[in-house]
């Protein structure tokens, strides 16, 4: 069974920056797309990047692209999402998610099979 464990999340102010991290346990972390999602206090679950096997295709959800973006390190079974210019309203908990293998990157929840336990970001005002 797949593990994957956040960090990176705390408080900033606004204008600040983060980069959260989600390490993969396994060997074939290249063989999987990743995701981040989001879930503020109260809502739902929100899509927020995907990035494709090789890093070759990303996307995000149209009201972060500019100010957040997705990488990874396959050597390093690591998938970052770089967030910038954090307003309050980014304020969350952020988990990274991981799709059957060979999947491809999704915007939809229920194409993900993993999860990890999240990270809070908190963004003051």
């Known amino acids: 069974q797949a593990q994957l464990v956040e960090s990176g999340g705390g408080l900033v102010q606004a204008g600040g920056s983060l980069r959260l991290s989600c390490v993969a346990s396994?060997?074939?972390?290249?063989?999987?797309?990743m995701g981040w999602f989001r879930q503020a206090q109260g809502k739902e679950r929100e899509f927020v990047a995907a990035?494709?096997?090789?890093?070759?295709?990303?996307d995000y959800t149209d009201s972060l692209k500019g100010r957040f973006a997705i990488s990874r390190d396959n050597a390093k079974n690591t998938v970052y999402l770089e967030m910038n210019s954090l307003k309050p309203e980014d304020t969350a908990v952020y988990y990274c998610?991981?799709?059957?293998?060979?999947?491809?990157?999704?915007?939809?929840?229920?194409?993900?099979?993993?999860w990890g336990q999240g990270t809070q970001v908190t963004v003051s005002s």
């Open positions: 396994g060997r074939t972390f290249s063989s999987y797309a």
């Open positions: 998610a991981r799709p059957p293998i060979y999947g491809r990157p999704s915007r939809s929840p229920y194409e993900y099979e993993y």
């Open positions: 990035i494709s096997r090789f890093g070759g295709d990303t």
